[in-house]
């Protein structure tokens, strides 16, 4: 069993950036694929950013356009995604996903995701 806990939400300013952070409980955390969705009011859920259990893979969402970065930290079980250049329609909830899956399967628009965490909310002001 995996539980995941986000943080690192908050408003900020368009152009500005935010990281986020996925703290995960569970002996196989570095055995699992990582990754963030999001989703916006009245939007369906978007894939953002996926991670390998290495690290060593990574994978995005073609509207984040080099202004984001997810990494991984196995000794402290925590993911991250940093957000720069944000922009107001970033704004939305952000979630964290785990997955003994490869992380390409999280850009499967039928993924469903093993574990979720509560979300973490993401508004950026013009």
């Known amino acids: 069993q995996v539980q995941l806990v986000e943080s690192g939400g908050g408003l900020v300013q368009a152009g500005g950036s935010l990281r986020l952070s996925c703290a995960a409980s569970?002996?196989?955390?570095?055995?699992?694929?990582m990754g963030w969705f999001r989703q916006a009011p009245g939007k369906e859920r978007e894939f953002v950013a996926s991670?390998?259990?290495?690290?060593?893979?990574?994978t995005y969402g073609a509207f984040v356009e080099d202004r984001f970065i997810i990494s991984r930290d196995n000794t402290l079980n925590t993911i991250y995604l940093q957000m720069n250049s944000l922009k107001p329609e970033d704004t939305a909830v952000y979630y964290c996903?785990?997955?003994?899956?490869?992380?390409?399967?999280?850009?499967?628009?039928?993924?469903?995701?093993?574990?979720w965490g509560q979300g973490t909310q993401v508004t950026v002001s013009s």
């Open positions: 996903t785990a997955d003994p899956l490869p992380p390409e399967s999280m850009t499967i628009p039928s993924y469903v995701g093993k574990y």
């Open positions: 569970g002996p196989t955390f570095g055995r699992f694929a």
């Open positions: 991670i390998s259990w290495s690290g060593a893979g990574t």
